[in-house]
């Protein structure tokens, strides 16, 4: 039986800038790095909540059949307060696509951004 998500995996154009981006922007630490016959790949996991990964995954074969098979669509991270973030975040280069946050159909705040290699990424602010 599924207990709990085990981690999100995203495939990634440079694993070192990804990590450092991850690492840097988020707070994000690294558990693990290390390579296989076909790729390169990190576990990112914050402190506050270690029992969730991102797996950071580059092939080192660029035409690999693994990248093409599927992707994530987005990853989200909880913020308290999604206005105190943006502009947080925004101190940080990110680029929000649109310039007020959406509201989901549970009312959570919303707000998209695209990651170093064309991730969507997005900030929620859950109701609370």
Request: a negative charge.
């Amino acid at each position: 039986m599924i207990k709990k998500i085990e981690h999100t995996a995203i495939i990634v154009k440079n694993l070192e800038e990804s990590i450092h981006y991850y690492s840097t922007i988020f707070g994000m630490s690294l558990r693990t790095k290390g390579d296989n016959k076909q790729r390169s790949m990190a576990f990112l996991y914050f402190e506050t909540d270690p029992a969730h990964e991102i797996e950071l995954i580059q092939d080192l074969q660029p035409d690999a059949e693994y990248a093409a098979a599927g992707i994530v669509n987005h990853l989200a991270f909880t913020v308290e307060n999604m206005e105190e973030a943006v502009r947080f975040y925004e101190g940080k280069g990110i680029e929000f696509h649109t310039d007020k946050p959406n509201v989901a159909i549970d009312g959570a705040k919303t707000s998209f951004f695209t990651g170093p290699n064309g991730e969507l990424l997005q900030l929620v602010e859950p109701v609370r």
